[in-house]
């Protein structure tokens, strides 16, 4: 089920970017990532189709925490989101089945209100789990109540770290700023 992203040398689920996004911007629909690269190839979006049906099936949870607990570091979605708050209420309960790794999630679903937002609080409360909001230049602002971090794509915000792995060609392993309590960041484009 997870993949070991060799780029960025961490553990990851992904989903195919766009259509597992509900709140994607304008600034995403042309600099994802996700969308590029690697990301277009058929195998590669056909994996990630088949997770889309994996995050449906009933023994989800269960059968991604118990690889999940094998790793220290873990990203969810290197490509994709949080596409309906069953899913994020999965990862609620994911997250909690794996206390000793560290989550890093980004998500544009702090957009999307309601229900969303509640799962968001719950997943962000998590103690392992790193929660950033992340925003672009085509997005509003990411709202002052939002308790937890936010991620800045190609945009400097507000007392951000920019990210080493762009700049200095290091890697989420490394450097571990997302992985760990800690400040903003800032992904200049690329
Ligand atoms: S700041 Fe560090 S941990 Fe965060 S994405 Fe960049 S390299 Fe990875």
Redesign the pocket.
Known sequence: MITYNKT?E?WTYNLPAGRTCPASSAWCMENCYGRKGRFRFNKVNKIQLQHVEQTKQEDFVRKIAAEIQRVHLFRFHSSGDFYSVPYLEKAVDIAKKCPSTCF?IYTKTWRLNGRYNEALMKLGSLENVHLFASCDPSTEDVPGSWPFRIAYSGQNGHES??????LEH???N??????KPGGH?Y?PKH
């Open positions: 960025i961490v890093c770290l920019p990210c080493p792995k762009i290091s890697t989420c490394v450097c571990r700023y997302c992985y960041v992904f």
